[in-house]
């Protein structure tokens, strides 16, 4: 079993910047591709960013790339989305993702570790 927990969702101006974090537990950290998912008022979850293990693969939504950025700190078993120039329909609840797969999956039915999420709010 994992558990994971994120923080660092709030509110900000369209064109701003904040950093999600989601420590996992329960499992070693390094066995575990982690995620992200967001997921926004009268839409369907969606895939934000995924990231392997030895960070090595990184996958990114199309939406998000080259404004969002994912990363991990194994020694202290967290994972980081850092968000930059952010839109008002990057406004969503956002839920980090754990499974042991070798590289991050895509599908929203992969992952069988969820976060509780935390909202984001981007104000235009």
């Known amino acids: 079993q994992v558990h994971v927990a994120e923080s660092g969702g709030g509110l900000v101006q369209a064109g701003g910047s904040l950093r999600l974090s989601c420590v996992a537990s329960?499992?070693?950290?390094?066995?575990?591709?982690m995620g992200w998912f967001r997921q926004a008022p009268g839409k369907e979850r969606e895939f934000v960013a995924g990231?392997?293990?030895?960070?090595?693969?990184?996958y990114y939504a199309d939406s998000v790339k080259g404004r969002f950025t994912i990363s991990r700190d194994n020694a202290k078993s967290t994972v980081y989305l850092q968000m930059n120039s952010l839109k008002p329909e990057d406004t969503a609840v956002y839920y980090c993702?754990?499974?042991?797969?070798?590289?991050?999956?895509?599908?929203?039915?992969?992952?069988?570790?969820w976060g509780q999420g935390t909202q984001v709010t981007v104000s235009s």
């Open positions: 993702v754990a499974d042991a797969f070798n590289v991050p999956r895509t599908g929203l039915d992969e992952y069988d570790y």
């Open positions: 990231i392997s293990w030895n960070s090595i693969n990184t």
């Open positions: 329960g499992r070693t950290f390094n066995n575990l591709a």
